[in-house]
């Protein structure tokens, strides 16, 4: 009840792109990582589960202003026939489709998180008030930069194991050491479990602004 009420499209082959042309100001999506990750078999557009070509297709009909997607490190480096690499793909694809486009490595430690969980973010802006179409950037950063979500005194993030906790966290749960002698998850297993390798929300903020940033510098 959070929502409001709007349908559910489970099969993005099938999803009905020319219904909404010129409703959708903004498309976001992080398009399977299976192809491209180090876990899997990296079998990269060859992957049945490789979906850009589909979304490549229907932003051309949808005409959204800006688009904005995620994907694992491995899309750097994933082989794409006649590209440098799948990310080099998607980049020359928006171009084509009248988008100026960059892309940018970022990740949950720069927020402060006790991980590293690097991300490759790409965002896409068509607007006919912008300067006339650039070419396309891949910006690897090296050094963290700040932002409002690590400001000084912030504690967002649960101290690291072996360190003292903070005075806002709960207690966390202490087992012995004599096995099978405890009934339940421990304290947070459940949640962590539940997060699996989602993206920080903050990371994918700080993205989303310093790419824009970077594509519209005379409005920053």
Known sequence: GELDAAPIYPDLHRFPWSKY???????????????FSTSGQR???????????????GLALLKPRACFFENVDGIVNAPSS???????????????LGFRSTAGCFTASELGAPHKRKRWFILGV??????????????????????D???????????????????????????????????GL???????????????PGTAARAFSTLWYELNPERN
């Open 149 to 183: 979500f690590d400001s000084p005194g912030a504690e967002p993030w649960p101290a690291k194991p072996g360190s003292e906790q903070h005075g806002w966290e709960a207690p966390r749960t202490l087992e012995p050491n004599l096995g099978r002698s405890t009934d």
């Open 126 to 147: 068509c607007d006919s008030n912008s300067a006339p179409l650039q070419r396309s950037r891949v910006s690897s950063r090296t050094q963290p930069q700040h932002s």
């Open 82 to 96: 006649g590209y440098h690499s799948v990310l080099h793909n998607v980049l020359c694809d928006l171009e084509r």
């Open 21 to 35: 042309r010129r409703c959708v100001d903004i498309v976001s999506s992080g398009f399977p990582c299976q192809p």
């Open 186 to 200: 421990s304290n947070r297993l459940d949640r962590l479990r539940a997060l699996g390798n989602a993206v920080v």
């Open 43 to 57: 079998k990269a557009t060859e992957d049945p589960r490789h979906l850009w070509p589909v979304i490549k297709s």
